[in-house]
């Protein structure tokens, strides 16, 4: 069973501080994900990562970094927490669609709920 | 880059009754649609997909149909139950490397509240 773990539930931090969110997948999956969920716009890809210190840019990547430096850890940083930044963050992990053993499907982890005042 | 439009925002719908859930996408060149459902508070999870090379696919009370021409997928549920009550995503991706992996792009989400 894949398991797919975030280091918080619920976080509250402050305008300007640096926030680190970390997400542990279990699957040996090479595949990992960090979206945004905010009501009425849906999950909202912000980077990907093909593999270990691979990184790719989503759809709106902008204020936020990553870092993979193992294969089953994706972190995500928000260099200066904005307000605008606060939502919901979830990460996500799958099997590289050219592996035999792929079926595509991307495994949630809980998300954690950021709250920047 | 792809557009994903997902209609309709909620759903009502009696207990028993059929659930229709719509999509449209903008890349011609996507070939996989998974349907994700999210229950209050939990993550979301697969529930079904389906691949440019087929027309229909179901799986006991859902299924999806796509139209490749028109560029649009459904999500249809059948004799609804309280338990179908959540939030449905559909999703539309395309391969984006030589790796052969694909992103994935959201529609904007569709909550179903079942009526007893």
């Known amino acids: 069973d894949v398991k797919v773990t975030q280091s918080s539930r619920y976080l509250v931090k402050r305008t300007g501080e640096k926030v680190f969110l970390e997400c542990v997948q279990d699957?040996?999956?090479?595949?990992m994900f960090w979206y945004r969920q905010d009501p009425g716009l849906g999950l909202r890809l912000i980077y990907f990562s093909y593999d270990v210190k691979m990184k790719e840019k989503g759809d709106i990547p902008e204020g936020y970094s990553v870092s993979r430096e193992k294969k089953e850890r994706f972190s995500l940083i928000l260099e200066s927490a904005s307000t605008n930044q606060t939502s919901m963050y979830l990460c996500?992990?799958?099997?590289?669609?050219?592996?035999?053993?792929?079926?595509?499907?991307?495994?949630f982890g809980p998300g954690t709920r950021l709250t920047v005042l | 880059g792809e557009n994903v439009e997902q209609h309709p925002s909620t759903l009502s719908v009696q207990e028993g009754d059929s659930a229709v859930i719509k999509c449209t996408y903008s890349?011609?060149?996507?070939?996989?649609f998974p349907w994700y459902k999210q229950e209050l508070g939990k993550r979301p999870q697969l529930i079904i997909d389906i691949r440019s090379n087929v027309g229909e696919k179901k799986d006991q009370r859902i299924a999806v149909t796509l139209n490749k021409t028109a560029k649009h997928f459904s999500l249809h549920i059948t004799e609804t139950q309280p338990e179908d009550s959540a939030v449905y995503f559909c999703?539309?991706?395309?391969?984006?490397?030589?790796?052969?992996?694909?992103?994935?792009?959201f529609g904007t989400g569709t909550r179903l509240t079942i009526i007893p």
């Open positions: 890349d011609s060149a996507s070939n996989y």
């Open positions: 996500a992990s799958k099997i590289p669609a050219g592996d035999r053993a792929s079926t595509d499907t991307q495994y």
């Open positions: 699957m040996d999956h090479e595949n």
């Open positions: 999703a539309a991706s395309r391969r984006v490397s030589n790796f052969g992996n694909e992103k994935l792009t």
